[in-house]
């Protein structure tokens, strides 16, 4: 009877230690402003918008950053988007983004990632992107901004075109 009441025990510690794939907006913000000392967030003053949730932040005292959260049906995050128009704060941006890949997929390497979508202080003007089994990454330097987004591939099914010749798409001259 110990045995079994240790095993149910072990399992149930186990299973709550997993990490929660389905987060809401609000939650991640809470996670991310708890994980990072630098970002101050204004929750109170969010709101939700066509199922975009719009969050105005302050990271390291000097950079405004919005982000801005799509959500599925139920409510969970599917996509995060974060831009500055503070083009010459490309250090603090970089650690505002670390922190939102360490909290909505810790299970990826940040360096690999950021070195991948090479957030630089060099402007381009071309999107750059990143893919790892569970997450799409994008990211831009503009002389307009910064812009980053990550997005989680079990909520946003990719697809692929089909291709094919049906019947009526033939043409016979």
């Known amino acids: 009877m110990k045995k079994i009441f240790c095993l149910i025990s072990v399992l149930l510690i186990l299973s709550s230690c997993s990490v929660q794939e389905k987060v809401s907006p609000m ?21 939700v918008e066509d199922n975009n949730y719009i969050c105005f932040a ?8 919005v982000f801005e959260i799509k959500t599925d049906e139920g409510g969970n995050v599917k996509k995060i988007s974060l831009a500055c128009t503070q ?7 970089i650690d505002c983004v670390s922190s939102v890949i360490k909290t909505y997929a810790p299970d990826d390497d940040v360096q ?21 089994q569970w997450y799409l990454y994008s990211s831009a330097v503009t002389e307009n901004g910064l812009y980053f987004s990550v997005e ?3 909520l946003i099914p990719q697809s692929e075109v089909e291709l094919s010749l049906k019947q009526n798409d033939i043409v016979e001259y």
């Open 58 to 65: 302050k990271y390291a005292e000097k950079t405004d950053v």
């Open 152 to 154: 989680n591939k079990k």
């Open 112 to 132: 690999s990632v950021l070195s991948s979508i090479l957030l630089t202080k060099n402007t381009s003007d071309n999107f750059l992107y990143h893919e790892t």
């Open 87 to 93: 083009a010459d704060k490309t250090d603090d941006f």
């Open 27 to 47: 939650i991640f913000m809470k996670r991310i402003i708890k994980t990072d000392n630098n970002l101050n967030a204004d929750i109170d003053s969010s709101f």
